[in-house]
């Protein structure tokens, strides 16, 4: 009897032990960990694509513009490139621009203008700026390196029956305030999937500025669990326009060439 309970000591000793481990197995993401986890979660290794873009404006009056993407990762990294062919209507068909992240720099963002026949780099304060136009900024296209702001858990909810993790992120310099343009961003992160499915944007001078949402989220490359959504709207609240991305034909990993990833592509 004396050795059962010996035995059955140690047996509890181990187990306990073991218990007081599991937390750091388990332990719950920070806002940190979930907000690297986003900025990654659409990055296949390439990918083609056609979009369709609907400027709204605060009548209800329409611009329609079509358009032809591909991306591809640069070899060893998670940094994007993204280049977008305006297909439709005549008066932007055949601008064109290219988007070039650098996590250990400052990205890279070209246009081309048919009208001017010549290629334009933009620099790092023109991220703000407009993306040809629609209420998506340059920024908002390349995503915001998870390092350049303090990110905070402030609640989990669902959100049209979605769990997600609600984070506020605000930059953690003038400098990442001033490029971006914005004060803070608040994310409804899908805790599935990991995709901001709706985010609040606040310019530099605190005021609300703009709602992006992100819906009929498709995983496209289960292998590597990522996510990508096919309809992506950017609405400011200040001035009531607004604009729609509808994706269509998207492909992942079917093996896009690096030559069209360059500034002097953009003029062929």
Not at 7 to 20: D, E, H, I, N, Q
Not at 35 to 55: G, I
Not at 194 to 211: N, S
Request: charged share 25%; hydrophobic share 35%; aromatic share 8%.
């Amino acid at each position: 009897m004396q050795l059962h309970n010996r035995s059955f000591a140690v047996a509890a000793a181990v187990l306990l032990s073991a218990l007081s481990a599991a937390p750091s197995l388990g332990a719950p993401l920070s806002a940190e960990d979930i907000m690297k986890r986003n900025f990654t979660v659409s990055k296949v290794e390439d990918s083609t694509q056609d979009a369709t873009f609907r400027l709204i404006d605060s009548k209800g009056q329409e611009r329609i513009r079509e358009t032809s993407g591909q991306t591809k990762l640069l070899p060893g990294t998670t940094d994007n490139r993204r280049i977008v062919v305006f297909t439709a209507p005549a008066d932007i068909r055949g601008t064109k621009t290219l988007l070039i992240e650098h996590s250990g720099g400052e990205d890279g963002i070209w246009i081309y203008l048919p009208a001017m026949k010549k290629v334009r780099r933009l620099v790092a304060n023109n991220k703000k700026d407009s993306f040809v136009g629609t209420d998506f900024s340059y920024g908002d296209v390349i995503g915001y390196p998870v390092d350049d702001w303090t990110h905070t858990l402030l609640r989990e909810e669902a959100l049209n029956g979605v769990p997600c993790w609600v984070i506020q992120s605000t930059p953690k310099s003038a400098e990442v305030a001033d490029i971006s343009g914005y004060s803070k961003r608040i994310s409804w992160i899908d805790e599935h999937s990991y995709i901001a499915v709706k985010t609040e944007i606040y310019d530099k001078e605190h005021a609300f500025l703009k709602r992006l949402t992100q819906e009929d989220v498709r995983e496209v490359d289960p292998k590597n669990h990522k996510w990508q959504a096919m309809r992506l709207t950017a609405e400011n609240v200040q001035t009531g326009h607004r604009t729609i991305i509808e994706l269509k034909n998207f492909k992942a990993n079917i093996g896009v060439s690096d030559a069209e990833f360059t500034p002097d592509y953009l003029e062929n």
